[in-house]
T-cell receptor, first 113, second 106 residues
Framework: EAEVAQSPRYKITEKSQAVAFWCDPISGHATLYWYRQILGQGPELLVQFQDESVVDDSQLPKDRFSAERLKGVDSTLKIQPAELGDSAMYLC???????????FGPGTRLTVT | KNEVEQSPQNLTAQEGEFITINCSYSVGISALHWLQQHPGGGIVSLFMLSSGKKKHGRLIATINIQEKHSSLHITASHPRDSAVYICAVREGKLTFGTGTRLTIIP
């Protein structure tokens, strides 16, 4: 069964360092989402792509976060510089066509020290 | 912005018990999702519904659009059902509840 892939699964970094996460959606899925989930809370949308275009990045802290999906397939989320408050689970999800159902990857757990 | 509230926040039950998790939201939606998140983080979609009731195995999800309320039921609960159950509502984008942590004791 096709799955959303994410790497790394775990990342520990010091504050002020740069960190990057990668997501490979299910093949053929045009819509890709990045979410941030702080411990004990529900996921919060950071950015939504439709193919290579950003549809919604209203909650993305653009002074330090950036996201790209250059060829409309896999995507990278970057944080520079990382802050202690960025410690969270970063989830990627994808959806195909006009389907509402999203398929989630395993997530990247980021710890900033 | 839609406010999504789940109850209870934490639930511990004995194996075999009937489980109910509730979700309320504040604004009209096009669909409601129930998701399961196991330790380690991965999220699995259980149900997507916009009206009525859906059943899959021991899981049942219902929604009352007029009352802006949904419930997730688990029959004959089992320790492997232990997870966080998250309700998410769609009005354009998804808004997630904070989840219900379910622990089933053998």
């Amino acid at each position: 069964e096709a799955e959303v892939a994410q790497s790394p699964r775990y990342k520990i970094t010091e504050k002020s360092q740069a960190v990057a996460f990668w997501c490979d959606p299910i093949s053929g899925h045009a819509t890709l989402y990045w979410y941030r989930q702080i411990l004990g809370q529900g996921p919060e949308l950071l950015v939504q792509f439709q193919d290579e275009s950003v549809v919604d990045d209203s909650q993305l802290p653009k002074d330090r976060f950036s996201a790209e999906r250059l060829k409309g397939v896999d995507s990278t989320l970057k944080i520079q510089p990382a802050e202690l408050g960025d410690s969270a689970m970063y989830l990627c999800a994808s959806a195909g066509g006009s389907a509402y159902e999203q398929y989630f990857g395993p997530g990247t757990r980021l710890t900033v020290t | 912005k839609n406010e999504v509230e789940q109850s209870p926040q934490n639930l511990t039950a004995q194996e075999g018990e009937f489980i109910t998790i509730n979700c309320s939201y504040s604004v009209g939606i096009s669909a409601l999702h129930w998701l399961q998140q196991h330790p380690g983080g991965g999220i699995v979609s259980l149900f997507m519904l916009s009206s009525g009731k859906k059943k899959h195995g021991r899981l049942i999800a219902t929604i009352n659009i007029q009352e802006k309320h949904s419930s997730l039921h688990i029959t004959a609960s089992h320790p492997r059902d232990s997870a966080v159950y998250i309700c998410a509502v769609r009005e354009g984008k998804l808004t997630f509840g904070t989840g219900t942590r379910l622990t089933i004791i053998p």
